[in-house]
């Protein structure tokens, strides 16, 4: 079923009758297993005729990934770190290395957000430069003629930009965790804070009055702030790395043409969201041989 909605969502965006489309899947640097659902939701489109690219950063993770076959192009790029200014980044292989330890102290602690291990700031900036900054890869990708995008949009500006770089016609997001705060906040679905508990509460949607006006707050003022410093800040970096680069990326996410959500509706909150917003939890789950 889930992979009927898939290939029914590409449907849905399009108008033009072609019978095969040729789709970028954009990740950021720390993907991970993000990777894992967007490389079945490759497979599925593969299975149907269409031709896909992956774009994804090296990590610590190391899984093995099933060959797609000759429509997939899987592109793996790493991050410049030598001089070993990124703590995250391992110096010999340019890998993004996951800080787990920080994960468990920190996972459900607000104050996570100004502890981090590393200059979020300077590793997102180096993300930009080299995603944005690669002449080879943008002239390689410019040359694919993509029909749609599938972006992995958490703290992956970049990846939007480069999809308007490309003049991608449409563009779709990919969520992999619960469908709230941060990008959230901008896609085309009702997220009210009266019940749908804000991350980093810990609340559910059964909140007393002053639950709700702490949520509201927690969504307004400290996600709400930081976001709009945090892109603004890069919004700033990026259109000095493409001048050409006008939109914010907020308008960005605003304007995409569809969500994939890594979650299920047994578990989601209910809520109003458009049609070309779909559920796709557990897709990535298979039998153990």
């Not at 031709?51 to 410049?80: W, Y």
């Not at 981090?116 to 300077?122: G, K, L, T």
């Not at 709700?212 to 790395?241: C, P, T």
Request: net charge negative; charged share 15%.
């Amino acid at each position: 079923r889930i992979k009927y909605h898939i290939a029914s969502l590409v449907l849905i965006i399009f108008t033009q009758e072609i019978s095969s489309y040729n789709i970028l899947i954009s990740h950021p640097f720390y993907a991970g297993s993000h990777v894992l659902t967007l490389h079945k939701v490759a497979e599925s489109l593969i299975e149907r005729g269409h031709r896909v690219t992956t774009l994804r950063f090296a990590d610590s993770h190391g899984f093995d990934f099933k060959e797609l076959g000759a429509n997939h192009t899987d592109i793996q790029l790493t991050i410049n770190n030598t001089d070993g200014q990124l703590a995250l980044i391992s110096r010999e292989d340019g890998r993004f290395v996951t800080p787990n330890g920080f994960f468990w102290d920190y996972g459900l602690d607000w104050k996570g957000l100004f502890l981090s291990p590393d200059n979020a700031i300077s590793l997102s900036k180096a993300y930009c430069r080299t995603l944005l900054t690669n002449t080879s890869l943008l002239s390689r990708l410019t040359e694919e003629n993509f029909d749609l995008a599938i972006i992995d949009i958490l703290n992956n500006q970049a990846g939007l930009v480069l999809t308007h770089h490309l003049k991608i016609p449409s563009k779709v997001a990919f969520w992999a965790f619960s469908f709230v705060s941060g990008e959230c906040e901008f896609c085309q679905v009702s997220l009210p804070s009266s019940y749908i508990p804000v991350f980093l509460t810990e609340y559910t949607h059964e909140m007393n009055l002053f639950q709700r006006i702490v949520n509201f707050a927690y969504k307004h003022f400290l996600w709400g702030s930081f976001s709009f410093l945090f892109y603004n800040l890069m919004d700033q970096y990026i259109q000095e790395l493409l001048p050409e680069s006008r939109l914010h990326s907020l308008d960005m996410i605003a304007q995409l043409n569809g969500v994939i959500i890594n979650s299920d509706d047994v578990l989601d909150y209910p809520r109003l969201r458009g049609s070309t917003v779909l559920n796709v939890g557990g897709l990535q789950i298979s039998k153990v041989i």
